[in-house]
């Protein structure tokens, strides 16, 4: 059974940054999409970011600008540089990875918490 590791969430000022890691804990065969979700207490998951095997990225348009998704295809793993933190983007941040077939990895979460 696979396991998406993630790290890097905690508590930051506004205006701060953070950068979130996922790793699997053994490769995955045939990654397609790579991306992070989060969820806001008393409101649904949300897509953050998202990218490709080829590395074509989509991003929420409340975090563009201000966020970065990248990944390593080597390493299975996948990265979310934040920036100009806001309160708002409190959540606990999931990483999520797609297989060609369609297939869901999900990471255990990791809160994130932003205080004015």
């Known amino acids: 059974q696979v396991q998406l590791v993630e790290s890097g969430g905690g508590l930051v000022q506004a205006g701060g940054s953070l950068r979130l890691s996922c790793a699997a804990s053994?490769?995955?065969?045939?990654?397609?999409?790579m991306g992070w979700y989060r969820q806001a207490p008393g409101k649904q998951r949300e897509l953050v970011a998202a990218i490709t095997s080829g590395h074509s990225t989509t991003y929420a348009d409340s975090v563009t600008g201000r966020f970065t998704i990248s990944r390593d295809n080597a390493k299975d793993t996948v990265y979310l540089q934040m920036n100009s933190l806001k309160p708002e983007d409190t959540a606990v941040y999931y990483c999520n990875i797609r297989d060609v077939f369609s297939r869901d990895y999900w990471g255990q979460g990791t809160q994130v918490t932003v205080s004015s």
């Open positions: 053994r490769s995955i065969f045939a990654i397609n999409v």
